[in-house]
């Protein structure tokens, strides 16, 4: 266990039971594996009503053509049953032979491309991009203060600096605090497992558990709500075990400045943003969970009679790994964008960010490659239940260039005072829920003028929905944004494919995304003459409108209400039955 005293513990304990309940959607809920793509009308689930549209609209249509989406994510099982009818495959290159047949420059990419791996392996974990960053700056600025001479340039790495510093200290001692009662709480159940000679301990062998002391009778009460909370005992032990396993990951390796084996197991130029030819033809890579999840939900194989069925009936998947456990890479996302686009991606789903950009003009660059090539790109909003319309989120539609360094230049605020520690935050996961962490958004005056900079007209992007068309509608963890965030779409308790055959619910604006991209997938097959534009203009036009006031945290960290309208660009949930309507009139 970390350095903590019984008593800091206990009080951790304490405020993770109050927080907890706090949620907004009950998870102690069975929904069907298909809620998704039902209709509310119809079902009483807050779908997209897929299923209509298939039934009522396409039912004696033929599509036009297959569309090619493209999953960039940390890997994809690509012998996954429900998958493997719907890969993308390479028809110019011969498997297994060691050579690049079609001469793009990536030996033996069947079904995609892995930038993060070599011969070598495959990259696991990375840092966040804020201790990428903290290595560069550091050196430079860890003597400097305020009373520095310093030129313009130097002044904004500085305050840039300051920044990272605050960041750091806060994400650090929220993963530090959360790890910590994961621990005790994992203590209690491997124990109450051993003392029963049982690999995995019952609700039952806990509540005849007799504690040693206060902390434990505590993490036995956070036991109970939590199994009643999350849908039983089962669920929440896997919740726990897999919680542990990434604040483990985010200690070891995402918060590590000393942890860094991208050129012992990628070994690219990095500083040359144009290198392209790298990596190998691993797309499931060493833990392929998001991603297999995320594919399913675009296009799991809809005429097998087994599994779930995907949003579009006629498309391919194209894996594309370039996320690690931790934060991607602009470098390798701009490649990813491009390796797409030029084997024929129509959409390309990214569910992934950050809260730091480094080499943003390589992956707007990408964007704009897109643009111009006719792709459209849908992106995850987020899960740190922030407005995205004040924090900052990468990537994102908007372009670095002269108009927003102008911007940037008017608008800069002045050099605050030296760090001083503050509350924990939320932490910023690859775009499933995080399981623990209570994030206090910062108030920060909204200047619209912003969002009318340079941005990219191919880009979607979503926040999470949950099932109920109530107040709760909203997923609780999802990031939100009158300008910012386009649409709605469930990403609530999301059953899909998870590797080796097998199926789990997720929760995340990452569930979000793929129904969006798979939606515009559906459009394209029947009607692929649409630009990227017009496919967004239709999946916005085309919500269906929520006219009631939902809860969610503004950036005071306060629970309130608003309208849907409020939270988003188009106020309201994707809806395939309206858009494929919508998209006959074009």
């Not at 392209?276 to 999840?293: E, L, Q, S």
């Amino acid at each position: 266990m970390t350095n903590f005293s019984q008593r800091k513990l206990l009080t951790l304990i304490v405020f993770i039971l109050v927080q907890m309940g706090a949620s907004a959607q009950n998870k102690n809920v069975k929904l069907p594996a298909n809620w998704f793509n039902l209709d509310l009308t119809e079902s009483g689930y807050f779908g997209i009503s897929t299923e209509k549209a298939y039934r009522d609209l396409l039912k004696d249509k033929k599509p036009k053509e297959n569309i090619i989406v493209a999953v960039i994510d940390g890997g994809v099982d690509i012998n996954h049953p429900d998958l493997k009818p719907v890969l993308w495959v390479n028809q110019k290159e011969i498997p297994g032979n060691g050579i690049d047949d079609d001469g793009n420059g990536y030996i033996d990419d069947i079904h995609g491309w892995n930038f993060i791996g070599s011969k070598k392996g495959n990259l696991e974990f990375d840092n966040l991009e804020l201790v990428r960053l903290l290595r560069i700056y550091t050196p430079k600025y860890q003597s400097t203060t305020n009373l520095t001479p310093l030129d313009s340039n130097q002044k904004e790495e500085f305050r840039l600096y300051k920044k990272m510093v605050g960041d750091f200290g806060k994400k650090y001692e929220d993963a530090s605090n959360t790890f910590s009662v994961l621990v005790a709480i994992n203590k209690v159940l491997d124990s109450v497992a051993t003392i029963n000679h049982k690999q995995i301990p019952t609700y039952e062998d806990i509540e005849k558990y007799k504690a040693d002391d206060e902390t434990e009778e505590q993490v036995k009460t956070i036991i109970r709500k939590g199994s009643r909370e999350d849908g039983g005992f089962d669920k929440f032990y896997k919740n726990i075990k897999d919680g542990y396993k990434q604040y483990d990951a985010m200690l070891k390796y995402n918060l590590n400045p000393k942890y860094d084996k991208r050129a012992e197991l990628v070994g690219d130029d990095y500083a040359n943003s144009q290198d392209r030819n790298y990596g190998n033809a691993d797309v499931k890579g060493p833990d392929a969970m998001h991603g297999t999840h995320v594919s399913g939900i675009i296009g799991a194989d809809r005429n097998n009679n087994s599994g779930i069925l995907g949003v579009a009936n006629h498309v391919r998947i194209m894996a594309i790994r370039v996320v690690p456990t931790g934060d991607e890479r602009d470098k390798d996302v701009a490649n990813g964008i491009r390796y797409a686009v030029d084997n024929g991606a129509r959409v390309i789903n990214m569910s992934f960010g950050k809260a730091y950009k480094w080499d943003k003009k390589v992956v707007d660059e990408a964007v704009k490659y897109a643009e111009s090539n006719g792709v459209l790109l849908v992106h995850a909003a987020g899960n740190d239940h922030q407005n995205n319309d004040v924090e900052e989120n990468f990537p994102n539609k908007y372009y670095d260039g002269a108009e927003a360094e102008a911007y940037k230049s008017a608008h800069r605020k002045p050099l605050k005072p030296d760090f001083i520690p503050q509350k924990p935050v939320g932490q910023h996961t690859m775009g499933m829920r995080p399981p623990m962490g209570i994030a206090v958004p910062k108030q920060v005056p909204l200047d619209s003028a912003k969002f009318s900079l340079p941005s990219a007209t191919n880009w979607i992007e979503v926040g999470a929905s949950a099932y109920k068309d109530d107040e709760t509608l909203k997923a609780d963890f999802s990031n939100y944004g009158k300008y910012n965030v386009d649409v709605f779409a469930p990403g609530f308790l999301i059953n899909s494919t998870i590797p080796d055959g097998k199926y789990e619910e997720l929760d995340g604006t990452s569930m979000a995304s793929p129904v969006v991209s798979g939606l515009a997938a559906l459009i394209l097959s029947y009607y692929p003459q649409l630009k990227p534009a017009q496919v967004r203009e239709i999946i916005i036009k085309s919500v269906s409108k929520v006219n009631r006031k939902v809860k969610y945290k503004n950036e005071k960290g306060e629970n309130t209400r608003a309208l849907f309208s409020e939270i988003c660009v188009s106020g309201g949930i994707v809806n395939a039955y309206n858009a494929l309507k919508l998209a006959a009139t074009y």
